[in-house]
Structures are given as C-alpha cells and as structure tokens.
C-alpha cells in the first residue's frame, strides 16, 4: 500500500501543468512508473486496490484500471488475480534495493565510451551564452539587424519555391548560396572560388571537426597558433590528433618555428585576426606557409571567421587567394557577421577534396536547411548582406574605441588593453598583483563575463589577461560594464 508521502507525490505529478494535455489515465499511470524507476516504490512492494486508489485520487475505477493495465503491459507491475498489483521484480538491485535514478548516476559506472568519444566529453565541448552579458566575446550585435527585411525575403523564397523549401536540400547546398558566398569571398577576400567548390555547413566548428576526421588520422600532428581558438584545439583533440603548438607574435604565426619542426600533416590558423591576439598574419609569412605546405603535401586549415570587421587599412588577401597549389580550405561563418542564430557556415575547398568532404557531411547532419540558405542567398544577392556588413564595421568601430576609452580612463590600473585591428573582441593583459582566475571570478559576480587569455595557450608560459567582447554592447552598456568591472577589481584588490 502507498505510503502518505507516495499518494501525494501522485497527486502532485499528476497535477502538475507540464502534463496537462495527456489523458488522466496517462498522468497517473506515468506518476506511478515514475515512483518505481525512482526506486520509491521497491520491487515487490504491493500497490493500492484501483477501487482505493481511485477514492483518494477523486477519479473513477475505470481510470485506475486503464493506467494499471498500461503498467503491466510494460512490465513495470505484476498483476495477480486475488491478491492485487506488485511492482515488478528487476534485475537492478544493490544490497536489495533497486538503484535510484539519482543513484545510478551517482554510483554506477562511468559509461562505455570509445577513445574518441570520451576524448569529447572530456572536452565539455563548446558552450555558448543564450542571453550573452559584457563583455561575451565574439557576439555580434543583433538588435539593429533588418528583421523585417530578411522576413520579406523569406515569404518571397517561400512563395516561390513553395514545398520545395521543406525537403530535403542538397548535402553541398543550395546553388543560388553557393554561388554568392563564391563572388563574395572572390571579390572582398581575394579568393579563388567557384559555386562548384563551396560546401555549405552549419558553422565553422563543423568545418573544423570535418577536416579533422576526413583529412587527419589519429595520431597526426597538426600544427596549431599559440594561443589558439579554444573550439578548435577541442576538435582536434577530439579527432585524436597531437595539436603542436607554434608561436604568434606581432606579425601572426610564426612560421619559421614550422620550417625547423618535423612535418605535420597540417596546419591551422586564423590569419585574418588571429584568435585572441588580434594580429594579422604578415603577408610574407602567408607566401612561405603556402610553400611549406606544397612542399609537404600538408592542408592549410584558414579560419576566416571574423574578417568582415577590419577597422584600420586594408585586410590583407586571404591565403586562399595566394595558394597556386590547392593545398588551402577556406572556412567561413555567417554566425559572426549576421546573427548565431542563422546556423550557416561554410567551407571553400580545393575541387579534389569537394566531394570526399560532401560525402562525409551527409554522415553528420545531411543538409542544411534549405530555406535559410535560400533567404541568405536573397539577401546576398540584392546586396543587403554588403550593406549591413558596411554598417556594422562602423558601429564596431566606434565601439572599440569607446571600449578602450572606457578602459584607460577606469581599469588602468589593473590591465593593458591591446586595441586590435579588427574583429569583435579586445585582449587584455593584467598588468597589476591580480590573478586571472579572481579577475574573471570578480566580474561573474557582478554580471560580466570575460574570457581568460592561460586557457588559450598551450605553452606553459601562458600570458595572464582576458578577452572583452564589445560588438554587441551599445557605448552606453560599455561605460557602465567598466565601471562596474573597475569597482569589482578594486573590491577585492582592498581585501
């Protein structure tokens, strides 16, 4: 028989609002089945009579019956004709007691992954912010996006392609997006592209873990910037790969450091605004990269991924564009220049490689979903995507500069700011008797967050500091974020 405690947390799983639409049978009977793979209700243990159990829930026999019966059908009871109902006996028991849900988690044992599977969930994989606070890195701002255009655009796609929008797409995707992202990257990035040898994804990071698996085998060495992009180094990792860390300096990745190392099957890189330091890859060095990598058949792994925000001179031509030798994938996201929520990105291949990395895209997620990529191709083409981009490198512009005020006016004391040429983040080094970890525990506690500059680093000689996102922020958010942030600090410098 139920125990007091047992009815009324029938009662109350009944009642809850979450299961409001399903039949009252249907409540009960999961209120029940939840008791008994909880471990409340042990095996064996007998079950009220459905006439005694109907009075104390106000509901007729018939409804204890039908979830009595969907119970035994599912083996969670035994019923026996002239003694009642029993939950059921089960095999999982520890010292006479089924194991608990909260137990089994707890106690058992740790699951059955494979090499590279335990290598990703050990990685924690990658996490970002659904409601992003100061100073989140790599956010770009969403409020001043034209909405009720890219809405207008999308009931002109839908109109025109009617049901053909909710099949399934082409694994490479659509031509009319591949097409543009062809004469965009040829026209502002100095790229070698066609329509042919563009594959759209859903991010970067699905490149990367692509180009890890299709390219790399486990054990390869890939050579990687140091500091370097924390998704990136997680995918590899992942992919089983010895990531080999190589120097940045003013002039990005130290490419002299590759020439005197044993051969690696690849490398990695962000040229453009190399992550976090902000630099750009000098244009001799990219000239001596292609080389190297023609010379050891090796794959030139170039993370494009912010490069629409270039706030002083000229962005350099992308290696992409230098490479006689097709030894470079061009990756690309639309994540940073538009909105996260878009889930387009893309990668441009050498032709040899198209449809290899084709193949292998449809064993992930098959395609991307056609009606997005349609709309981005709209938008693209009308030039609304240039236009916005245009707009948003001003106004990102202005707020590197408010941010880097703010920071000299209220945080020189504690940090070093590093004004980048482009991008949507600024890197700060700490330059006063104050951890990393207790600056970046400080401002949590006051609602910013701010990303470590040591996790990056795979050297151990990892320089203290942090990233401060500002694209997203308005000057006024920023002035009042620093402030903050600077009280916070002198907080517990006092302490």
Known sequence: MFKHSQLESVK??????????????????????????DGALGPGKPLPASRALA???????????????????????????????FVAQMKQFTSGRRLSRRDTLLCGPAPDLSRRGAAIFRSGGIREMLSPRPFAHGVPETRSFPLRLWERLERQVRKENGVQTLLHGDPQGTEPLRRAIAD??????????????????????????????????????IFMEDPAYYGARKAFDAAGLECVPIGVDRE?????????????????????????TGTTLALERRLALIEWAARHQAWIMEDDYDSEFHYAGKPTACVQGLDPHDRTIYIGTFTKSLFPGLRIGYVVLPPQLVKPMTVARTLLDGHTAPMAQLTLARFMEGGHFG????????????????????????????????????????????????????????????????????????????????????????????EVAVRRLAEAFRTITRE
């Open 387 to 478: 236009a916005h981009v245009r707009s948003m490198r001003g106004i990102y512009a202005e707020r590197l500069d408010v941010l880097a005020g703010q920071v000299g006016r209220h945080l020189a004391d504690f940090i070093e700011p590093r004004i980048p040429a482009g991008g949507l983040q600024m890197p700060c080094v700490l330059t006063a008797d104050l951890s990393e970890r207790a600056a970046i525990d400080a401002a949590r506690r006051v609602g910013i967050d701010i990303l470590g500059l040591s996790a990056l680093h795979a050297a151990n000689d990892p320089q203290a500091g942090f990233l401060m996102g500002f694209a997203a922020y308005t000057p006024a958010e920023i």
């Open 184 to 221: 965009y990257v040829n026209l502002e990035r100095g790229a070698r592209a066609t329509a042919d040898r563009v594959l759209v994804l859903t991010s970067s990071q699905q490149a990367m873990s692509l180009c890890a698996t299709v390219l790399l085998d486990p054990g390869d060495r």
């Open 252 to 276: 990005g990745l130290i490419v002299e450091q590759i020439m005197a190392a044993p051969p690696a099957r690849a490398v990695y890189l962000t040229p453009s605004h190399q992550f976090p």
């Open 55 to 85: 009075k104390s829930l106000a509901v007729s026999r018939d409804t204890i019956e039908a979830a009595y019966a969907q119970l035994h059908a599912e083996g969670f009871i035994d019923r026996r004709v002239g003694s009642g109902s």
């Open 12 to 37: 109350a799983r009944v009642a809850h609002p979450a299961h409001a639409a399903m039949p009252l049978h249907a409540r009960i009977q999961r209120a029940i089945r939840e008791l008994i793979v």
